[in-house]
């Protein structure tokens, strides 16, 4: 599997929305595909004391039947998000990182299989989205055009 190189906070259906993008390279599909997001940040306790916290992120689908060709892993930014009122300096602020894993059933081999990513806060664009990975062939077929899967605009 492979990870675009950057997440992007834009706006999806009006709301701020996390997303990041993963694609599965292997020739068969991944099955029953699931996709976890923890942000990870510095806080200090009542006490004073630093503690470094995860927070599982809710997705807007956490889950896949059949990972063929790609996966935008999408988290709403709303009042109940972590990341809620927090820009680029913010995130910077709080040393924040999110680890992203997907795993799955490989349906050739039937054993399980497993990927893990890591974005820090300077990988996170503002106001940036995924360009389209699906073009046309001279065939005028739609296809998916991996080569795409870092760009943004």
Known sequence: ?????????????????????????????????SANVSFVRDETTSEGQPFRRFYDLLLVRSRSPAFALSWTIMHTIDATSPLHGLNQEGLRDCTASFAVT?????????????????????????????????????DGEPVVDLSRIHDVT
């Open 1 to 33: 599997m492979i990870f675009s190189r950057n997440a992007v906070i834009d706006s999806f259906n009006g709301q701020p929305t996390l997303m990041l993008r993963a694609a599965n390279q292997r020739q068969n599909q991944i099955l029953e595909a």
């Open 102 to 138: 997907i795993s799955g059933l490989d349906e050739t081999i039937m054993q399980a299989v497993h990927a893990r990513h890591d974005y820090t806060a300077s990988d996170i664009l503002l106001g940036h989205r995924f360009v389209d990975l699906f073009v046309t062939n001279p």
